[in-house]
């Protein structure tokens, strides 16, 4: 037997389970900019992170869809797109993975996998006019 065809890590995990933990982590990622995990899953979510990123890039109502259902999670996959893939610069490489020493108890190497671009938290400024004349639109409307 050869193990040629068989891509990703394992994790000791059954493929559902695999599957659960690549998303949770990429939610985190896109919901905290940043995060420390170990090199192996750091490493496992950097290419599907990458790809949702440039899904995100194009905007559309298509490119919103995939997102969400990938991270399942409406709020994270609104927030990617519309604040995170506008302020990302570059047309790839888009997470950089840093490794930061080794875990006490069992070894394991750790490492940090964040932006490579400085991501603000709050609405870029097109967004930002945009809920403002929403918000004045509404109070007109109360009036």
Do not use: C
């Not at 290419?47 to 995100?56: D, G, M, Q, S, Y």
Request: hydrophobic residues 35%; charged residues 40%.
């Amino acid at each position: 037997m050869h193990r040629h065809g068989y891509k990703g890590r394992k994790f000791g995990r059954e493929t559902d389970q695999r599957t659960a933990l690549t998303r949770g982590l990429m939610r985190s990622l896109f919901k905290y900019k940043s995060i420390n995990t170990t090199l192996a899953k750091a490493k496992e979510i950097r290419r599907p992170a990458e790809k949702l990123i440039t899904i995100a890039k194009k905007g559309d109502l298509a490119a919103r869809r995939l997102v969400i259902a990938r991270l399942n999670d409406q709020e994270t996959g609104n927030e990617l797109i519309d604040i995170i893939a506008p302020q990302v610069k570059r047309d790839s490489g888009y997470l950089r993975i840093e490794r930061t020493g080794f875990r006490r108890g069992d070894n394991t190497e750790m490492a940090t996998i964040s932006f490579v671009d400085t991501i603000e938290a709050e609405l870029p400024k097109k967004a930002e006019k945009a809920a403002k004349t929403e918000a004045k639109a509404e109070k007109k409307e109360e009036k």
